[in-house]
């Protein structure tokens, strides 16, 4: 439930926490793009998607941002003081689910874009995976904008159902196809759902601080920190790790590429200290 009040410190809190969110999933949705001609163009479509997962969730962070910027001002001289809900506005946490709405399942489908699998696998894996995620993200909604711990409680343990699975699909099925990967890759893979658990868990736990006796303005600061913490590691480390596993295929995949680009990668080392002896 959203606060009456905040306190100067934790206006600036999730001021600040909100900026860096933007200003991370713009500038990794950026990078993302110009690197795209860095891979096999068979893994692009993995970059592309990550890139716009970025882009959707700085979009949304800027709602989100002005919602807040909105909702809450403060009479103090200065500007230094209680920042009080303005009547008739409110912190819209829609934003938020939105952005969940488009950007869990792309996340799930950037994994499977990556690993190349077979079309049939690939389409049984997004069959299964992007509905349960959209039925996982709809039924946190409900609980989210609920008044009382029990709606909260209750629409919070529905919404569980869906990620377990995700989880068991993850974990079980995409076992299946790590020995069909490159040897350099399948411990990075490994690794990277292990990151989306470890993320994913994130949300849960902030979803729950108000029934785990944190009360008021505090809860909300947590959860509204917790909720950016884990979009970044999210949809920004985690694109990241999906450009690193592009990369590390398109060179197992093709020798030659392999040898441009590391040839591309020397050079570019090698005048970095030219460049400074020039400066000195």
């Not at 009040?5 to 500038?27: H, P």
Request: charge should be neutral; charged fraction near 15%.
């Amino acid at each position: 439930m959203i606060p009456d009040s905040l306190t100067q410190l934790q206006y600036d809190t999730i001021y600040n926490i909100f900026s860096l969110v933007i200003a991370s999933q713009l500038f990794t949705s950026i990078f993302l793009v110009i690197s795209l001609p860095r891979v096999l163009p068979r893994y692009r479509q993995a970059l592309t998607v990550a890139a716009i997962v970025c882009g959707i969730a700085a979009y949304h962070y800027f709602r989100i941002f002005n919602s807040f910027t909105e909702a809450f001002v403060t009479e103090a001289v200065g500007g230094r003081g209680d920042y009080v809900q303005v009547a008739g506005a409110s912190f819209n946490e829609g934003y938020r689910y939105v952005d969940w709405l488009l950007t869990v399942p792309l996340l799930l489908l950037e994994l499977v874009a990556v690993l190349a699998l077979a079309r049939k696998v690939q389409s049984s894996l997004l069959t299964r995976l992007i509905p349960a995620a959209a039925l996982m993200i709809a039924l946190g909604y409900p609980g989210e904008m609920a008044s009382d711990n029990l709606t909260r409680g209750i629409f919070g343990l529905l919404s569980s159902l869906p990620f377990a699975y995700i989880l068991y699909v993850l974990f079980v099925e995409l076992t299946k196809s790590l020995d069909r990967q490159p040897a350099t890759v399948r411990k990075t893979i490994s690794l990277l759902r292990l990151l989306l658990l470890a993320t994913w868990g994130v949300y849960p736990i902030a979803y729950l601080l108000p029934g785990l006796g944190i009360d008021g303005s505090d809860a909300w600061v947590g959860l509204q920190i917790g909720y950016s913490v884990a979009d970044i590691l999210a949809k920004c480390l985690y694109g990241l790790i999906i450009f690193r596993i592009a990369r590390m295929k398109s060179f197992s995949d093709d020798q030659a590429f392999a040898e441009v680009e590391l040839t591309l990668e020397e050079a570019t080392s090698l005048k970095q200290p030219i460049v400074q002896n020039r400066r000195k």
